[in-house]
């Protein structure tokens, strides 16, 4: 079992943020390029953000780019998501996810998921 533990998910207005953690308690990732998924009911799982192993490169969908922020501490074993100006198309499950290919293909290794609701 991949210990990756999400949290930070939650019910927020329309315009209010959220910000998502991701551990790695073991610090097995450090050296992986780590990101975000989402998925909203009835669709499929989409690629959020991506972050390199030194932070160098980061990548975000077209949808969250200008609103979203990530962000690694290798020290803690973490990764976080600054989500502003949420939207209620913002609502979905929020996925950590490890060892991504290219720019948006998942790794093999997820988290639980953290839910995240946005209302009107």
């Known amino acids: 079992q991949v210990p990756l533990v999400e949290s930070g998910g939650g019910l927020v207005q329309a315009g209010g943020s959220l910000r998502l953690s991701c551990v790695d308690y073991?610090?097995?990732?450090?050296?992986?390029?780590m990101g975000w998924f989402r998925q909203a009911p009835g669709k499929e799982r989409e690629f959020v953000a991506r972050?390199?192993?030194?932070?160098?490169?980061?990548n975000y969908s077209d949808s969250v780019k200008g609103r979203f922020t990530i962000s690694r501490d290798n020290a803690q074993g973490a990764i976080y998501l600054e989500m502003n100006s949420l939207k209620a198309e913002d609502t979905a499950v929020y996925y950590c996810?490890?060892?991504?290919?290219?720019?948006?293909?998942?790794?093999?290794?997820w988290g639980q998921g953290t839910q995240v609701t946005v209302t009107t």
């Open positions: 996810n490890v060892g991504l290919t290219g720019v948006d293909k998942p790794g093999p290794f």
């Open positions: 073991k610090r097995n990732f450090t050296i992986w390029p």
């Open positions: 972050i390199t192993k030194d932070s160098g490169r980061i």
